[in-house]
T-cell receptor, first 109, second 114 residues
Framework: RKEVEQDPGPFNVPEGATVAFNCTYSNSASQSFFWYRQDCRKEPKLLMS???SGNEDGRFTAQLNRASQYISLLIRDSKLSDSATYLC??????????FGPGTRLSVLP | DAGVTQSPTHLIKTRGQQVTLRCSPKSGHDTVSWYQQALGQGPQFIFQ???????QRGNFPDRFSGHQFPNYSSELNVNALLLGDSALYLC?????????????FGPGTRLTVL
């Protein structure tokens, strides 16, 4: 089993739709969690950190369920500019960042 | 405030050659991590440098080595290049202080091995 797994995608959604990405991780000793977005042929950019209580930043909401070792990202009112690959990142204690394979999102006009 | 910078942007090498990639961290950051990203995959951790020493290492062979300089900049060296080393090489910087482990990425160096 891979350390970090994500929905295989791609997700093709119309503008204005709500889309949810799921991520599971295998190392229960993980302490930090992030979502990054990566545009085609560009570097990953930090979208948001994921806190135990869940957190929201505008149209984006991240949730963490430590018991199920599950992380989610919800995007409301999708924009064309949200089209990108979304990378789930887990930081186990004593290790560096472990990236998931990413889920590609295309928001269609 | 300059972000993370990397050079060169693109590089073409042949099998067996050696390559050196360079990274300057974001201002105020003291830790540099290197990643390899193959097409269609997430970045894979190579190693991390802090205080001029390799602090953590991923599952990469000894052909991959690095260095960190007193100004926190870093180099990634790859010897005896293989076709499979073709990838985007990403450098990420962070600050070592407690609670500050978010990493910020440079634009990457795209390496092609022929």
């Amino acid at each position: 089993r891979k350390e970090v797994e994500q929905d295989p995608g791609p997700f093709n959604v119309p503008e204005g739709a709500t889309v949810a990405f799921n991520c599971t991780y295998s190392n229960s000793a993980s302490q930090s969690f992030f979502w990054y977005r990566q545009d085609c042929r560009k570097e990953p950019k930090l979208l948001m950190s994921v806190y135990s209580s869940g957190n929201e930043d505008g149209r984006f909401t991240a949730q963490l369920n430590r018991a199920s070792q599950y992380i989610s990202l919800l995007i409301r009112d999708s924009k064309l500019s949200d089209s990108a690959t979304y990378l789930c990142v887990v930081n186990p204690i004593g290790q560096n960042f472990v990236f998931g394979p990413g889920t590609r999102l295309s928001v269609l006009p | 405030d300059a972000g993370v910078t990397q050079s060169p942007t693109h590089l073409i090498k042949t099998r067996g050659q050696q390559v050196t990639l360079r990274c300057s961290p974001k201002s105020g950051h003291d830790t540099v991590s290197w990643y390899q990203q193959a097409l269609g995959q997430g970045p894979q951790f190579i190693f991390q440098y802090y205080e001029e020493e390799e602090r953590q290492r991923g599952n990469f062979p000894d052909r991959f080595s690095g260095h960190q300089f007193p100004n926190y900049s870093s180099e990634l060296n790859v010897n005896a290049l293989l076709l499979g080393d073709s990838a985007l090489y990403l450098c990420a910087s962070s600050f070592s202080g407690e609670g500050y482990n978010e990493q910020f990425f440079g634009p990457g160096t795209r390496l092609t091995v022929l």
